[in-house]
């Protein structure tokens, strides 16, 4: 970086100078130092091999490797919700079984209802975890390697140009040196070899990855799908059953009031009221209320005469 900015001040500053300048330059041009003959290609002093369809391929990689990361942060996050969920469904079928009345209709059920509710959210989390979060870890696993090896392949690049530059440039000397030619043209073909390895490799690689991301995208999304739809299905029966318990109990709470209502509101059964009791004396007979006054029946005329 310091060696660029020295050199980009000398140009500005001097350009009569251009051509000591210049002269430098093209000693640096035969230096096998790969950071000076990115120095000179950054420069404009020294050409370098482009191949846009392979710069292609790695703007689509690090896009691919960026949403995938994404991907398994939303998808981390949204595992953290479903436990927590978990707990929160938990906690509140506790709370139901610790305030369900021992006498209450459907208590082993609620009991029942809540383990089996347990379950499932267990189960759930554990397959998403294995059918969609280790499936993504795996998926982004082979980012590393190949990103590695993008990187190798620029700094081999560079030293293939840096080969061929200084290769070139003694072929174009005055003075040619055929000692120095024949190791030039040995460093060159060596370069250009180990180049053409890895560069081959993930001209393969880089566009068979970034079509394998639908095909995953796909499979890994139906899987999460499918998990949550089973998973509903599931928890919707056990809910009916818990509103099944729940309206069970209210029939017999209200049955229960009805019988207290009715006990309050029956009158009380008929007793006759107790006769006035009769005094009885020793010596006494018993007085007895005198008969009622009948009228004489008149005589007829035959018995008056």
Not at 114 to 130: F, I
Not at 139 to 156: E, H, S
């Amino acid at each position: 970086l310091v060696f660029t900015s020295i050199v980009m001040f000398a140009m500005c500053v001097y350009p009569r100078s251009s051509g000591t300048l210049l002269a430098n330059i093209t000693i640096l041009q035969q230096s096998k130092c790969p950071n000076m003959m990115q120095v000179l290609q950054k420069l404009g002093k020294a050409d370098e091999t482009k191949d846009e369809q392979f710069e292609q391929c790695v703007q689509n990689f690090n896009r691919q490797l960026s949403e995938g990361i994404k991907l398994q942060k939303d998808l981390r996050a949204y595992l953290v919700a479903v436990k927590a969920m978990h707990e929160a469904t938990k906690k509140l079928s506790e709370v139901l079984e610790e305030i369900y009345e021992p006498d209450w209709v459907g208590r082993q059920e609620i009991h029942a209802i809540s383990e089996n509710g347990d379950l499932l959210w267990t189960d759930y989390h554990q397959k998403l975890v294995d059918q969609a979060l280790l499936t993504l870890d795996t998926y982004l696993g082979q980012f590393p390697d190949i990103k590695t090896r993008i990187a190798k392949r620029g700094r081999k690049l560079v030293d293939y140009d840096s080969a061929r530059h200084h290769y070139e440039s003694l072929q174009g000397a005055k003075k040619k040196d055929d000692v120095k030619i024949a190791k030039a043209e040995e460093e060159f073909l060596k370069a250009q070899k180990v180049f053409e390895e890895i560069n081959v490799d993930l001209q393969e690689e880089l566009p068979s990855l970034w079509n394998s991301r639908v095909g995953f995208y796909v499979n890994t999304f139906q899987s999460i799908a499918g998990l949550a739809e089973t998973f509903h299905k599931e928890m919707s029966k056990l809910n009916q059953n818990l509103g099944s318990v729940m309206n069970q109990l209210e029939i017999q709470y209200v049955d229960r009031a009805l019988v207290k209502v009715e006990k309050s509101a029956s009158p009380p059964e008929y007793e006759s009221p107790p006769s006035s009791p009769v005094t009885k004396d020793d010596n006494h007979v018993a007085s007895t209320s005198p008969a009622p006054h009948v009228p004489s029946i008149p005589k007829s005329p035959s018995q008056v005469m």
